[in-house]
């Protein structure tokens, strides 16, 4: 019993340390990301491309073009990772915060969050680390600081597709003269500056190829996932439905899936749009869809009977104006025979 006691209150400090945690390493990890890319951009002009040739060469302009814009994406997309909010269920992310609480609801209910105190939608999820409801969360990343969910995967994907393509595009011009310098002792162009940082050559030979297997890796799972209309939890959610029916002889199969390429359109907001399959490389170039997927309809999830309590006892009557939500309880009439 005692041993019981311990073991919760320690599951409780690490509960509420997490969040702490996350909050005290996220930003020391944002300065590495941006560290990283800092130092990519100056040994690109200081090592890698004077192995090339001289500046103010069309091969220089056109290779380093190319490096300038995969930054640029690399920087873009990982700010809207950190800025753009994930998904909230209600008409912002400080709307189950500011809601008053809401009393006599079954806690059991799926469109509801004991936690928040808030009528979410059935794909919402709570996020302990920011201790907020985020629809189709997948979850929390330290290295953006935020939730990846519905609003923002997009740029999570994008982001991680960036770093990756970035860092093959470098590795393309830093593994060739790390190979014949260090392997072969030669020089590798007459280019060559006679004084060399190996070390730092080194280091930018190998440390792309590993990003781009680390990070490729990820951005091929969440290709997977966005292509099968699933989060990471969900995934895991509807393996067991597949086992569980592949156990009875029966065939189970994703209800939000409807498709690799309308998946696509649907979570880049280009639905209806034919030049989808490129455009989805460049968001800010067009104006996405507006959807509001989950977000709470109190009217019709109590005319569908979902929220509240459902016991033959009581019925939750709900009631939504200025963006104030509310719950009585009706008790029924019960009539004794």
């Keep these: 019993m005692h041993q019981t006691s311990i073991q919760k209150k320690l599951l409780t400090a690490g509960r509420d ?13 944002i300065l590495v990301a941006v560290g990283l890319a800092g130092t990519a ?12 040739g001289p500046p103010y060469t069309a091969f220089y302009f056109v290779s380093t073009g ?53 009528v979410t939608g059935e794909d919402t999820q709570h996020c302990f680390i920011c201790g907020r409801c985020v629809t189709d969360l997948d979850h929390h990343c330290p290295w953006i600081m935020n939730c990846v969910g519905r609003d923002n995967h997009k740029y999570f994907f994008l982001f991680l597709f960036y770093v990756t393509t970035g860092c093959l595009y470098l590795a393309c011009f830093s593994v060739p003269p790390f190979y014949t310098i260090t392997y072969y002792h030669k020089r590798f162009s007459e280019f ?21 297997v680390a990070v490729g890796g990820m951005m091929l799972w969440h290709c997977y996932l966005l292509g099968t209309a699933q989060t990471s939890p969900e995934f895991a959610l509807n393996c067991h439905s597949k086992l569980r029916a592949y156990k009875k002889g029966q065939r189970w199969s994703n209800p939000k899936d409807m498709g690799f390429a309308k ?9 209806n749009n034919n030049f989808w399959f490129i455009l989805w490389l460049f968001p800010y170039v067009y104006e996405p869809s507006k959807k509001n997927y989950d977000r709470v309809e109190i009217e019709e999830d109590l005319e569908d009977g979902r929220l509240g309590n459902h016991g033959p006892s009581s019925s939750a009557i709900i009631k939504s104006h200025a963006g104030a939500v509310s719950i009585q309880q009706r008790a029924q009439t019960v009539h004794h025979v």
């Excluded at 998946?263 to 639905?271: D, I, P, V």
């Design 192 to 212: 060559q500056p006679r004084r060399i940082d190996h070390g730092m050559l080194s280091l930018c030979a190998i440390l792309p190829m590993t990003l781009t």
């Design 66 to 118: 190319i490096g300038i814009f995969l930054v640029s994406q690399i920087l873009l997309h990982y700010y809207n990772c950190i800025m753009v909010s994930p998904g909230s269920p209600g008409p912002d992310d400080r709307q189950c915060k500011r809601t008053p609480g809401l009393r006599d609801v079954d806690c059991d209910d799926n469109n509801y969050c004991k936690h928040c105190k808030f």
């Design 41 to 52: 951009v100056y040994q690109w002009f200081h090592l890698v491309m004077p192995m090339y």
């Design 263 to 271: 998946n696509w359109q649907t979570r880049f907001g280009l639905e």
């Design 17 to 29: 340390g997490l969040p702490l945690a996350f909050k005290i390493i996220s930003p020391v990890f």
